[in-house]
């Protein structure tokens, strides 16, 4: 797992991204698409057009991180692009790289009764 700090953002970068890129582009594509600073410490997740891989770039204080996931089977749930830029919580990222749609988490099992 990603060593999230508590004060850090997830940012979901809606729509298709070219995964041939490296730091340098994504961090390009943080500035101009989605209008961040891609050096604030936040995280920045993109995926590719596929949708079995994504990568997820983060400035630590002391240097750049890339990281990349892919699935065997089955694809990483995704908003469409019109939804620009969406904040995620650790937990719905943790979701997201297990291949779970983070977007409607469902309870499997409720109590019957207290105590």
């Known amino acids: 797992m990603i060593p999230v700090p508590s004060n850090t953002k997830i940012w979901l970068a809606a729509g298709r991204t070219d995964m041939r890129r490296g730091f340098p582009g994504l961090s390009s594509l943080v500035e101009k698409q989605l209008k961040s600073d891609p050096y604030c410490s936040h995280l920045f997740v993109f995926r590719g057009k596929k949708g079995d891989l994504i990568k997820i770039i983060w ?28 904040i995620l919580t650790p937990a719905q990222l943790s979701m997201l790289l297990e291949g779970i749609d983070w977007r409607i988490p469902r309870r499997t099992w409720q109590p019957l009764a207290a105590g």
């Open 59 to 86: 400035w630590d204080g002391q240097g750049a991180c890339l990281f990349s996931k892919r699935l065997e089977y089955g694809r990483f749930v995704w908003p469409s692009a019109k939804d620009g830029k969406i």
